[in-house]
């Protein structure tokens, strides 16, 4: 339940201990003055409470949906269950942050938005790499008007796994379209708006692949083109965006730092937290000469979700992604899959 009072913490029960759980949501929570982690909602309590020894670990969403001193779900369990609890827990008066995609469907999220729209708690989707070093730095890029006007803004998320494992995520629907393409058109739709039409080429390439692990997708607006690239066949995958505008390029290897940081045991507030180790480069011709210059790169700077969380709690500030701009994402999902389907570009 939303509070106007900045005194007593926010109790926070994070509902799925898996990468997103143990790697994005606990530590950055844990790092957020106002709010308490209470309890964890998961299978491993082994695993939980070898990080998190302070908290309590109950089996299931219902025991914790129950709790008078939980204020915050956060559900980070897969995709197929993001509806179905954020529900339980927007008709709980809880407020809930999801993990991105927050809904199977686009049909569930639509649901799921027209519930909290009406619920008294504070609903959010964690679109964590708004966030991220090279974004952040693009961004004032973009706002600065050092590209000029851009023509192309093209946006790579590739990897090398050429083996299929038999984990959740190389079976769930949508593949990687669903896995990274919401980090991916959250981070357009932010600079440019939503797109006029979505081209997808979505497909299985990996020996035994049983969902999609390629996507190549073009979204389409007036004269600006967005090229948004993820597969798990790419041996040289450190290309993270290419963007050219009539005043210069942008161009950017590596990914943000601050997952690896966290998997590596740093935590926010340490000295390198979020600094970006491969800043990205200004390309620019100047009377006929090519100029390369580096640029002084922005701090990652996940923990700004959930500072942003907290005050939207309490009653300060919007929530730091609302129902409505992640339905927006989810839209450009749906049309992407629909445009793989049908071999065609989907009008928005």
């Keep these: 339940m939303t509070r106007s009072s900045s005194s007593a913490p926010l109790g926070v029960a994070l509902i799925g201990y ?28 082994e695993a939980v409470l070898a990080d998190l020894p302070q908290v309590e670990v109950l089996a299931d969403l219902d025991a914790a949906l129950a709790r008078a001193d939980i204020d915050l779900i956060v559900v980070a369990t897969p995709d197929a269950l993001h509806a179905e609890q954020s529900i339980a827990a927007l008709k709980a008066c809880k407020s809930v942050v999801v993990d991105k995609p ?29 966030w991220d070093a090279d974004f952040l730095t693009l961004r004032r890029l973009i706002a600065d008007g050092a590209l000029g006007e ?83 066949l790419a041996a040289d995958s450190d290309l993270r965006f290419a963007v050219h505008g009539t005043g210069g390029s942008f161009l950017k290897h590596g990914l943000d730092p601050q997952e690896a940081q966290s998997k590596a045991g740093l935590r926010p507030g340490d000295a390198d937290w979020g600094v970006d180790p491969s800043p990205g480069a200004l390309v620019r011709v100047v009377e006929g000469e090519t100029r390369r210059t580096t640029v002084p790169p922005e701090r990652g700077d996940y923990p700004a979700f959930y500072a942003g969380l907290r005050d939207a709690m309490r009653g300060q500030v919007p929530p730091p992604v609302p129902a409505d701009q992640a339905l927006s ?13 049908e071999r065609r570009e989907i009008a928005l």
């Design 150 to 232: 851009i023509a192309v803004f093209e946006s790579h998320f590739d990897r090398f796994r050429p083996a299929v494992t038999d984990r959740w995520k190389d079976r769930r629907d949508g593949g990687v379209w669903a896995d990274l393409g919401p980090h991916l058109i959250d981070q357009a739709v932010q600079l440019f708006g939503p797109p006029l039409g979505v081209y997808a080429d979505l497909q299985p390439q990996r020996k035994d692949a049983t969902t999609i692990d390629y996507a190549h997708v073009l979204l389409r607006y007036d004269r600006l083109r967005v090229i948004l690239n993820m597969g798990h």
């Design 18 to 45: 898996g990468l997103a759980g143990q790697t994005f949501h606990a530590p950055l929570i844990a790092a957020t003055p106002g709010l308490a982690l209470r309890v964890v909602v998961s299978s491993r309590p």
């Design 102 to 130: 927050f809904a199977a469907t686009l049909e569930q999220a639509e649901a799921v938005a027209a519930l909290a729209a009406q619920a008294p708690g504070v609903f959010s989707v964690f679109q964590n790499r708004r």
């Design 329 to 341: 994402v989810m839209r450009i999902l749906d049309a992407g899959l629909r445009s793989a389907a």
